[in-house]
């Protein structure tokens, strides 16, 4: 009888450990897939970047269509469903003027920063 039990209890246990190997088996395999699939993201994101930054210094079609050759890739026409517009209005910087409160407001108005200045990498 004790040795039922025992021969049970050991069938148990390493059913349990199965279950146990075979959740962590599929946790790397998602974990895997994931960063794969982030990856894959940066390097179009990276890709979306340069034709962007090609699209807006190349100045004619011809150069823009030879650029695009001489790359080996394949692109397509994207579907209206598949693009987002984002209609959003620019919002100013604080003034200096706000910021200060001293007596120097007069230097404040020559100097003040109304806009941010934006950088861009670019990676070729």
């Known amino acids: 009888m004790k040795l039922v039990k025992f021969i049970h209890a050991v069938v148990v246990v390493v059913l349990v450990l199965l279950v146990y190997v075979r959740q962590r088996v ?13 990856v894959a993201y940066l390097d179009l994101l990276d890709q ?14 011809s150069k823009l269509e030879r650029f695009l050759k001489a790359t080996n890739k394949k692109y397509r026409i994207a579907s209206r469903r598949e693009i987002l517009q984002l ?6 910087a604080p003034s200096v003027r706000a910021l200060d409160s001293s007596g120097k407001r007069a230097l404040a108005g020559l100097l003040s ?11 070729k």
């Open 26 to 38: 599929e946790l790397l395999k998602v974990g895997y897939e994931v960063r794969s699939k982030e």
């Open 113 to 123: 920063l109304k806009a941010q200045a934006e950088a861009t990498m670019v990676n």
């Open 87 to 92: 209609n959003r209005e620019p919002q100013e």
């Open 48 to 61: 979306n970047r340069i034709l962007d930054y090609n699209v807006n210094t190349l100045s004619s079609p």
